[in-house]
Nanobody, 121 residues
Framework: QVQLVESGGGLVQAGGSLRLSCAAS????????MGWYRQAPGKQCELVAI???????NYADSVKGRFTISRDNAKNTIDLQMDSLKPEDTAVYYC???????????????WGQGTQVTVSS
C-alpha cells in the first residue's frame, strides 16, 4: 500500500513562512499529479495547489503569488512553500498523490493524515 507522511505544520505569525513536505512510499510505479488541499473548521475542503508530473503547477486564487509547490520525482516528495501567511490560511493541510502501481495501471488517489497550520494575527 502507498503511505504518505506529512510534516512541517505549526503555528506562525501573520506574514511569516512555513514549508510543508510530503513523502510517498510503498509500491509505486509512477506518480501522476501531486497536490495540497486544506480544510478549515466548518468549511469545505479546497484545492490549494497541484503540480503535474511534468512540473506545471496550478494554484488557488487565494494563495497565488504567496505559495509555491514543487516536487522531486526521484524522491517521490512534494513541498509547499508558504510565504506571507494570513490568518485565513489556517487549516488542516492534506497531501494528495495520484499513483499508478504498474505500467498501464489505473490511477488511485492517496491522502496524507493532515498537518495543522495555524496563522495568528
Amino acid at each position: 500500500q502507498v503511505q504518505l507522511v506529512e510534516s512541517g505544520g505549526g503555528l506562525v505569525q501573520a506574514g511569516g513562512s512555513l514549508r510543508l513536505s510530503c513523502a510517498a512510499s510503498g509500491i509505486i510505479f509512477s506518480i501522476n499529479a501531486m497536490g495540497w488541499y486544506r480544510q478549515a473548521p466548518g468549511k469545505q475542503c479546497e484545492l490549494v495547489a497541484i503540480v503535474a508530473s511534468g512540473g506545471s503547477a496550478n494554484y488557488a486564487d487565494s494563495v497565488k503569488g504567496r505559495f509555491t509547490i514543487s516536487r522531486d520525482n526521484a524522491k517521490n516528495t512534494i513541498d509547499l512553500q508558504m510565504d506571507s501567511l494570513k490568518p485565513e490560511d489556517t487549516a488542516v493541510y492534506y497531501c494528495n498523490v495520484e499513483v499508478s502501481r504498474s505500467r498501464f495501471g489505473s490511477l488511485y488517489n492517496y491522502w496524507g493524515q493532515g498537518t495543522q497550520v495555524t496563522v495568528s494575527s
